[in-house]
């Protein structure tokens, strides 16, 4: 079965009667990358480097958030660099991190290489800079379209990344799954119109019209994403 992005047929195939969604649309860090813990050691870090003060819970305050936002945090905590220097030295430290061994969360591959498999368009959609996204998309070699924080205006919780790639897909928002982990994520892709499952990793994501949730991506198939989202 071959399918084509922005085409009828994607919307109505169906496998054991769920439809099959036009794309998949994936955050990245925390979602399919266990790369969180790598994002609070890189932020301690550069913290204590400057004599500041940076906790475990500063950083999962941080997570969904676009990285300009908690380079200005660290800026109030004490460390004297522009936002660009903070963004360049947290994103050297969490790649050093990702290089030495792809975090893949439970499951992830394999749904990636699945979805791939049957022909559904998937996009990286990630608040990460696109620094962090190209090296990653590339080990992936599944995505159709990359999505990063430092080329949309509006990063999440905004709606634009999750609107910008079902544009690059040429698909439909309202019959794509966006799959994501965090507050500010999921705010984002059910503003967007996509259909959104949360896989709460670190963080509580307030429950919503529109939300469905999982505990984990391991063992779950295209259909299921499609059943889940409700398509």
Same mark, same amino acid.
């Given at each position: 079965?071959?399918?084509?992005?922005?085409?009828?047929? #994607?919307?109505?195939?169906? &496998?054991?009667?769920?439809? &099959?969604?036009?794309?998949?649309?994936?955050?990245?860090?925390?979602? %399919?990358?266990?790369?969180?813990?790598?994002?609070?050691?890189?932020?301690?870090? %550069?913290?204590?480097?400057?004599?500041?003060?940076?906790?475990?819970?500063?950083?999962?305050?941080?997570?969904?958030?676009?990285?300009?936002?908690?380079?200005?945090?660290?800026?109030?905590?004490?460390?004297?660099?522009?936002?660009?220097?903070? &963004?360049?030295?947290?994103?050297? %430290? =969490?790649?050093?991190?990702?290089?030495?061994?792809?975090?893949?969360?439970?499951?992830?591959?394999?749904?990636?290489?699945?979805?791939?498999?049957?022909? =559904?368009?998937?996009?990286?959609?990630?608040?990460?800079?696109?620094?962090?996204?190209?090296?990653?998309?590339?080990?992936?070699?599944?995505?159709?379209? #990359?999505? /990063?924080?430092?080329? #949309?205006?509006?990063?999440?919780?905004?709606?634009?990344?999750?609107? %910008?790639?079902?544009?690059?897909?040429?698909?439909? &928002?309202?019959?794509?799954?966006?799959?994501?982990? @965090?507050? @500010?994520?999921?705010?984002? /892709?059910?503003?967007?119109?996509?259909?959104?499952?949360?896989?709460?990793?670190?963080?509580? #994501?307030?429950?919503?019209?529109?939300?469905?949730?999982?505990?984990?991506?391991?063992?779950?198939?295209?259909?299921?994403?499609?059943?889940?989202?409700?398509?």
């Amino acid at each position: 079965m071959t399918l084509s992005p922005g085409t009828d047929s #994607v919307t109505r195939t169906t &496998i054991a009667d769920v439809t &099959i969604p036009a794309a998949v649309l994936w955050d990245m860090d925390g979602t %399919l990358l266990d790369t969180e813990p790598l994002w609070i050691a890189a932020e301690m870090e %550069l913290a204590l480097s400057y004599g500041g003060v940076w906790t475990q819970a500063d950083g999962w305050a941080q997570v969904g958030r676009a990285m300009r936002d908690t380079a200005r945090t660290l800026q109030e905590r004490g460390v004297p660099l522009t936002s660009e220097e903070i &963004i360049d030295a947290l994103n050297a %430290l =969490v790649a050093a991190g990702v290089a030495a061994n792809t975090p893949w969360q439970p499951g992830a591959f394999e749904l990636l290489t699945a979805v791939a498999a049957a022909g =559904v368009p998937q996009a990286l959609v990630t608040s990460s800079f696109m620094v962090l996204a190209e090296p990653f998309a590339a080990t992936a070699g599944v995505f159709g379209a #990359v999505v /990063a924080g430092d080329e #949309v205006d509006h990063p999440k919780p905004h709606p634009g990344p999750y609107l %910008l790639a079902a544009e690059r897909l040429g698909v439909d &928002i309202t019959r794509c799954v966006a799959v994501e982990d @965090s507050e @500010s994520g999921v705010t984002a /892709a059910v503003a967007s119109g996509a259909r959104t499952i949360a896989v709460p990793a670190v963080t509580r #994501v307030a429950d919503r019209p529109g939300l469905r949730r999982v505990e984990t991506l391991a063992g779950l198939s295209l259909a299921d994403l499609g059943r889940i989202a409700g398509l």
